[in-house]
């Protein structure tokens, strides 16, 4: 049990890793850091690495150790058609099962959220973002969902900064949240269902933006770059 412990541990805080980015995508994972930060040999990182893997953060490299994965616009769209599903559902089943409790958490997580968006603390938006969606989803008490959540959105949460949050998406985003708390205080199921759903929808639209964007950017940096080799 003590070794099963030490592993998950381990797994989570490495799977984090991946997932705040600190990699750039299709960089060589580096193994030694790695260990010497979490004061392991190369076996166990290696074990962890496979499982990271398994869930699309990383890929393993025939002796030659792994690198960061790097996701397609077709991937990213799969991604958030999955999640997209899942919120759905999460709504529906949230709307009927939540309780007060939870509700009123949810309440709070939104004022604070609102008061980042006045502040324009992008950080603090995210971190409560991340706390509704979730706390949504924990109120369906749906095992199967709760796990099938979590590994995608640990995936989109590595690609979450790609989008470029301009004034009109932020506000577009605040509205929608307010459409979700309304729903759920109301016991929507259909509403909340389809708010989620729309939300993922657009947050989605927003990140391939962004995906496209810094690919046309790089292609004209390596276009420029080559003319004045060329010349």
Same mark, same amino acid.
């Given at each position: 049990?003590?070794?099963?412990?030490?592993?998950?541990?381990?797994?989570?805080?490495l799977?984090?890793?991946?997932?705040?980015?600190?990699?750039?995508?299709?960089?060589?994972?580096?193994?030694?850091?790695?260990?010497?930060?979490?004061?392991?040999?190369? *076996?166990?990182l %290696?074990?962890?690495?496979?499982?990271l893997?398994?869930?699309?953060?990383?890929?393993?490299?025939?002796? @030659?150790?792994? @690198?960061?994965?790097?996701?397609?616009?077709?991937?990213?769209?799969g991604?958030?058609?999955?999640?997209?599903?899942?919120?759905?559902?999460?709504?529906?089943?949230?709307?009927?099962?939540? *309780?007060?409790?939870?509700?009123?958490? $949810?309440?709070?997580?939104?004022?604070?959220?609102?008061?980042?968006f006045? &502040?324009?603390?992008?950080?603090s938006y995210?971190?409560?973002?991340?706390?509704?969606?979730?706390? $949504?989803?924990?109120? *369906?008490?749906?095992?199967v969902?709760?796990?099938?959540?979590?590994?995608?959105?640990?995936? $989109?949460?590595?690609?979450?900064?790609?989008?470029?949050?301009?004034?009109?998406?932020?506000?577009?985003?605040?509205?929608?949240?307010?459409?979700?708390?309304?729903?759920?205080?109301? %016991?929507? &199921?259909?509403?909340l269902?389809?708010?989620?759903?729309?939300?993922?929808?657009?947050?989605?639209?927003?990140?391939?933006?962004?995906?496209?964007?810094?690919?046309?950017?790089?292609?004209?940096?390596?276009?420029?770059?080559? %003319?004045?080799k060329?010349?």
């Amino acid at each position: 049990m003590a070794k099963e412990f030490v592993h998950n541990d381990l797994l989570g805080n490495l799977r984090e890793v991946f997932v705040q980015g600190e990699f750039p995508p299709g960089s060589k994972v580096p193994e030694a850091l790695l260990c010497e930060r979490f004061g392991i040999s190369r *076996t166990p990182l %290696r074990e962890a690495l496979k499982v990271l893997a398994a869930e699309g953060h990383v890929e393993l490299l025939p002796n @030659r150790g792994a @690198r960061v994965r790097e996701l397609s616009l077709e991937e990213v769209e799969g991604l958030f058609a999955v999640a997209g599903a899942l919120e759905a559902l999460a709504g529906e089943q949230a709307a009927a099962r939540v *309780t007060d409790a939870q509700l009123a958490e $949810i309440t709070a997580l939104h004022e604070r959220m609102r008061s980042a968006f006045a &502040a324009r603390d992008m950080a603090s938006y995210y971190a409560l973002n991340r706390g509704i969606h979730e706390t $949504i989803v924990q109120a *369906t008490r749906n095992p199967v969902l709760l796990d099938q959540y979590a590994l995608i959105n640990a995936r $989109i949460r590595r690609i979450r900064f790609n989008s470029p949050m301009t004034p009109e998406i932020w506000s577009r985003a605040m509205a929608e949240h307010e459409g979700m708390l309304n729903a759920l205080a109301r %016991r929507d &199921a259909a509403s909340l269902s389809g708010i989620l759903k729309t939300h993922l929808k657009h947050k989605c639209e927003a990140i391939l933006e962004g995906m496209k964007a810094t690919a046309d950017a790089a292609a004209g940096q390596a276009t420029g770059t080559q %003319r004045r080799k060329a010349g």
